[in-house]
């Protein structure tokens, strides 16, 4: 009994010494930050092409130039054009308890919407986030855990420099392609659609399901339109070789919704900076995670000037000659 006792009275004291030595130990770290005051940031990008990537080097950059972030901190995944696999590269952002997402396309924003309704979200490289989001009464914020930036140039403004390049009474038809299976490249289809209609052209769409029948479509496009129009299409853009190698044998020029599709397969385009938007949206995740900013409140934000631009290579090839205003694409 009496050592019975007295191992009781050692594992008290152990206890108690135990209780102690928590009591002294120092907080753990606020959740949201690392120990070094880095925040935990999760980017998955649809696919790998140059207004993209340009986008999240954009993004990325600015978080470091901050420093909020390192390398080490931001966790970059591409689904490789899979929408599946952006819904596997979210749930895992999800287990990790990042800081905030940035989605790079709307495939990968959808997926991060249906991923959470906690974690901050931020877009970058949508077109409309209305479309994007089925949200009707679009008031410029989305009122969730969501806003971001949006690489929309004025799509009457492209309508209109098509039209100064060719005139519906040389070029009578005009034919959109784009891949079915992006929301967004739909409405800006329809919008296009309206404005070249109301100058004079006869439009019509031609529309892709995967990387797999770009080719085809393609063809079948250049054989019945004299000019196409190729919006901000994230399968497009991944595809410009295939479209160019049909393309440009048949002679049928390409105004493109941006500088990367005009760079691979156009003549022409009413350009934004990828890069830009991407920084803005850096911006943007620093008013979250550092000065408390409410993302659902956070109107979406716009390229801040756009830029006629055009593929010199591709024009000499068609015979085409830029009028004044127009830069030159660098071409590698």
């Known amino acids: 009994m009496k050592n019975l006792k007295k191992l009781l009275s050692l594992l008290l004291a152990l206890v108690m010494c135990l ?27 649809l696919v790998q092409h140059e207004a993209l990537d340009a986008a999240t080097q954009g993004f990325v950059d600015t978080l470091i130039e901050k420093g909020i972030a390192s390398e080490d901190t931001i966790d970059i995944q591409n689904a490789q054009g899979d929408t599946p696999t952006c ?16 989605a790079n396309a709307t495939a990968a924003l959808q997926a991060a919407a249906a991923g959470t309704d906690s974690i901050p979200i931020l877009g ?33 403004d492209q309508a209109a420099m098509l039209a100064e390049l060719f005139p ?24 296009v659609t309206a404005e070249l209609t109301a100058l004079g052209y006869t439009v019509k769409e031609y529309t892709f399901a995967d990387s797999n029948d770009v080719a085809a479509v393609t063809t079948t496009a250049c054989s019945e339109a004299d000019v196409l129009y190729i919006p901000t299409d994230n399968t497009a853009a991944s595809c410009t070789e295939a479209i160019n190698n049909v393309a440009a044998p048949a002679g049928t020029p390409i105004i493109a919704g941006e500088e990367g ?36 409140t956070m109107e979406v934000q716009f390229a801040g000037s756009v830029t006629k631009k055009y593929n010199p290579v591709n024009c000499q090839a068609l015979g085409i000659t830029p009028p004044e205003g127009y830069e030159a694409i660098v071409m590698e």
């Open 87 to 102: 819904a596997t590269i979210v749930n895992g952002f999800v287990s990790a308890d990042v800081d905030l997402i940035l």
């Open 261 to 296: 599709i005009c760079k691979g397969c156009g003549v022409a385009t009413l350009s934004i900076s990828y890069y830009d938007i991407g920084v803005a949206a850096g911006e943007m995740a620093y008013e979250i995670l550092v000065n408390g900013a409410d993302v659902s």
């Open 168 to 191: 519906a009474a040389d070029y009578p038809t005009v034919g959109i392609l784009y891949c079915s299976a992006e929301p967004n490249s739909k409405y800006q289809s329809n919008v």
């Open 124 to 156: 970058t490289s949508i077109t409309d986030y209305a479309t994007a989001l089925e949200i009707d009464d679009w008031t410029g914020a989305t009122g969730t855990n969501i806003s971001g930036t949006s690489d929309l140039a004025p799509l009457a």
């Open 19 to 45: 209780a102690l030595a928590a009591c002294g130990a120092p907080a753990e770290e606020e959740a949201g930050e690392a120990e070094d005051g880095l925040y935990q940031i999760g980017v998955i990008q």
